[in-house]
């Protein structure tokens, strides 16, 4: 039996940057996850300024939960990210 997509009510939505690694790290944690998400690059126009104008910061990876940003390296999400998504020991 094949393991489906988790799927959650919570909107994910993941900031990025190309070529940086805090960003792949987030994403590839969401993947390994099964967690649904959107992912809008800061290298498009607007992006950038989208995320600033809405949270407040324009640095990738930034990662919006339920409307909720959290950003810096991956080191430092991903203790947060264990949290609101119940993982331990990951």
């Known amino acids: 039996m094949s393991?489906?997509?988790q799927?959650?009510?919570t909107s994910v939505?993941?900031?990025?940057?190309?070529?940086?690694?805090?960003c792949a790290a987030v994403r590839n944690y969401l993947n390994e996850h099964r967690i649904d998400f959107e992912e809008r690059s800061v290298a498009n126009?607007?992006?950038?300024?989208?995320?600033?104008?809405?949270?407040?910061?324009r640095v990738a990876p930034v990662t919006v939960i339920a409307?909720?940003?959290?950003?810096?390296?991956?080191?430092?999400?991903?203790?947060?990210?264990?949290?609101?998504?119940?993982?331990t020991g990951t």
Do not use: H, M
């Open 67 to 87: 409307g909720n940003a959290i950003w810096g390296t991956f080191a430092e999400q991903k203790p947060k990210l264990d949290a609101l998504f119940g993982k």
């Open 3 to 5: 393991a489906a997509p």
């Open 45 to 57: 126009p607007g992006v950038a300024d989208e995320a600033k104008s809405r949270y407040g910061v």
């Open 13 to 22: 939505l993941l900031y990025t940057s190309p070529g940086c690694p805090d």
């Open 7 to 9: 799927t959650t009510s």
